[in-house]
């Protein structure tokens, strides 16, 4: 046997988060003619001025709500793939809702049904993997990935059919009248109230995961699934769940983005999104209070290399590598020492 | 022959065509899944075979040395994700993950630093060499369809036959299977495990890495996600071959003939063409849910 050290949790975060960063600086020392103007570019420039702030905050909210339906369905060892398509059919419901309501309606009425329908959207289509999983024996997995496949083509079909935007060039619906936008906060950037929802829903699940029997249950499943069936746990109705839930907050993270930052459904607006929030559930580490710092991370990496692509010639693609990287630290159970213990 | 009969024919020579790639990962991916580890990185692994493949044969102007390079660059990876997995013990989810997202990063990054452009990047590279003598070709129906294809087509199938031999019949692909069933009886038995499983990453990245590059060759070009999908396509004719290399490689069949379907209808009919892209998946979703029940 090969001698190993075993990490521990705050150790993998730390050593993640260090060499993404270490990373990231060494691409663009690779890349760039002025690395300095790069380095603060990617590190300073977020933080600068209000603009930038707020939409640094504005990119890592719907991280955070994503992020935190990953997790839960990780909580139940379920691997949501799907988050693509599900953030995809959530906002375009959020977009069929918003475009379609007559001018008059109190706009908070509109939110709530923008919010619920891109919620539900979401779930329906997680819930779908779940269904397989706990009745067919299908890997959730590759079912979410395909079923989002799916979800994603027939839901450009209609931006790009029916709901095309005729005066527009790009491919995309009308845009959504402003009084059905969200308010802003932090004008003029993009961040809104659905910060504070974010907020309100990652308390929320950490109160019903530490204080209720659902939580707890839902734990169990997670731990032992032969101890949770021999409790008497319905271990299939929590699969199904936790995947609804996981694909409801990926919808709802969709139809926010379509009522706020984007106020409009775009062809391919989720790309990278889907992934990342599983990155944000990974670097939280099981813990939803460590979704907010986790998903203020990943959108400080992905705002970091916009800029950079702005200024200096590096594609934003940097990023999937600075994710990957992270993902395989967190995930490492131990670190290998390279000679052998005297025993 | 009647224009009917010609669009049979082409849909059927096509389909000939797309199961190269589905075929060459899904041989590879079946050593890994019979040692044990459900290979979600096919999918990257080919979009790295894909590129470093193109990038190679387009530098070289010659396939062979195209070919080398898919091998190699998708083999690495699929060491890298077994290095992270086995020695670091890993999630092999999260690293397949991972190793999607990799990929994705690392062709897009370089595409944009080689080729200035994150759009499709155009190959002109010498003619596929033909399998079969020209004559055979001309053979009505059953020529251009059986007859028609490059060498790395036919290496598909030599590809997938030469893995059911070695995956019954040799010792090597014994100790991999075993260590799938029972990796604690090979460890006792005195051979390592871990061996097996890396053993079975190269297989992965071998076939991915080439089937990638069968993918550009196709289309003579590389695009990023080129893949789109195809990995985890050929993730499921594993499910639906039973995990026996030439029921899988009907499954690929299956899929390719539902992807040159999809591509005829595409230019052919009044449906909406992004609908009918959804019709590999969609066709791929029912066998994985058909598979699941057989259990």
């Avoid at chain 1, 270490?22 to 590190?43: N, P």
């Avoid at chain 1, 032969?226 to 990926?250: D, H, K, N, T, W």
């Avoid at chain 2, 890396?198 to 080439?210: E, K």
């Amino acid at each position: 046997m090969r001698a190993e050290r075993e990490l521990q949790s705050p150790a993998r975060v730390v050593l993640a988060v260090g060499v993404s960063i270490a990373l990231a600086a060494g691409v663009l020392a690779l890349f760039s003619q002025d690395l300095g103007s790069a380095l603060a570019q990617f590190f300073l420039e977020p933080f600068s001025n209000r603009y930038f702030l707020g939409n640094y905050l504005a990119d890592a909210v719907p991280l955070m709500i994503a992020g935190l339906g990953v997790l839960i369905a990780f909580r139940s060892k379920n691997f949501n793939l799907g988050g693509e398509g599900q953030l995809y059919a959530g906002a375009l419901a959020a977009g069929l809702i918003a475009l379609r309501v007559p001018a008059g309606t109190a706009p908070v009425v509109v939110w709530i049904w923008v919010a619920v329908a891109g919620a539900l959207t979401g779930a329906a289509i997680g819930a779908l993997s779940g269904l397989l999983k706990a009745f067919w024996r299908v890997s959730e997995m590759i079912s979410s990935f395909l079923i989002s496949a799916i979800v994603i083509n027939v839901s450009d079909f209609f931006i790009t059919g029916p709901l095309q935007d005729p005066a527009s060039n790009f491919q995309t619906t009308r845009q959504i009248v402003p009084q059905f936008l969200l308010p802003r906060i932090l004008a003029p950037s993009k961040l809104d109230v659905s910060l504070g929802l974010a907020i309100v829903l990652i308390l929320v699940f950490m109160v019903v995961a530490k204080r209720t029997r659902v939580g707890f249950e839902l734990r169990i499943c997670g731990e032992n699934e032969e101890f949770a069936r021999y409790c008497g746990i319905p271990v299939a109705a929590y699969q199904v769940a936790a995947m609804a839930v996981s694909g409801g907050l990926y919808g709802l993270a969709g139809a926010l983005l379509v009522i706020g930052p984007q106020g409009r459904v775009m062809r391919g607006f989720s790309s990278g999104l889907g992934w990342s929030a599983i990155s944000v559930a990974l670097l939280a580490q099981g813990n939803e209070a460590g979704v907010v710092p986790a998903a203020l991370f990943i959108a400080f990496l992905s705002t970091g290399s916009d800029h950079v692509m702005m200024g200096s010639g590096v594609p934003s693609e940097i990023i999937s590598i600075l994710q990957a990287v992270a993902m395989c630290f967190i995930s490492a159970g131990a670190l290998p020492r390279f000679r052998r213990r005297q025993s | 022959m009647s224009d009917r009969a010609m669009i049979f024919v082409d849909i059927l020579k096509y389909t000939v065509v797309a199961a190269t790639p589905l075929l060459y990962a899904s041989i590879g991916g079946l050593f890994s899944e019979l040692a044990g580890m459900l290979n979600i990185a096919l999918e990257g692994l080919m979009g790295i075979g894909a590129f470093f493949g193109m990038a190679a044969a387009g530098l070289s102007h010659n396939v062979f040395i195209g070919a080398v390079a898919a091998i190699t660059s998708a083999v690495a990876a699929s060491l890298l994700m077994g290095a992270v997995t086995i020695r670091f013990r890993a999630n092999v989810f999260i690293v397949g993950l991972a190793i999607n997202l990799l990929a994705g990063g690392v062709t897009t990054v370089l595409s944009q630093r080689w080729y200035h452009t994150k759009a499709v990047v155009a190959f002109s590279l010498p003619a596929p060499l033909p399998a079969f003598p020209a004559a055979l070709a001309q053979i009505p129906f059953v020529g251009p369809i059986l007859f028609s294809h490059s060498v790395l087509t036919v290496c598909a199938w030599l590809w997938a036959i030469g893995a059911a031999f070695i995956i019954r019949n040799s010792r090597h692909g014994i100790r991999i299977r075993a260590t799938g069933m029972n990796a604690q009886a090979v460890s006792v038995l005195g051979y390592s495990p871990d061996r097996a499983r890396v053993a079975a990453m190269i297989w992965s990245g071998v076939g991915s890495g080439l089937g990638g590059f069968a993918l550009g060759l196709s289309i003579s070009a590389f695009v990023p996600n080129i893949v789109s999908g195809r990995g985890w396509i050929a993730l499921v004719a594993i499910y639906l071959g039973q995990k026996k290399p030439l029921w899988i490689a009907a499954s690929c069949l299956l899929f390719a003939f539902a992807e040159s379907l999809s591509n005829y209808v595409q230019g052919f009919s009044s449906i909406p063409p992004l609908l009918v892209l959804a019709l590999p998946y969609a066709v791929t979703l029912v066998s994985l849910i058909a598979a699941g029940n057989k259990k």
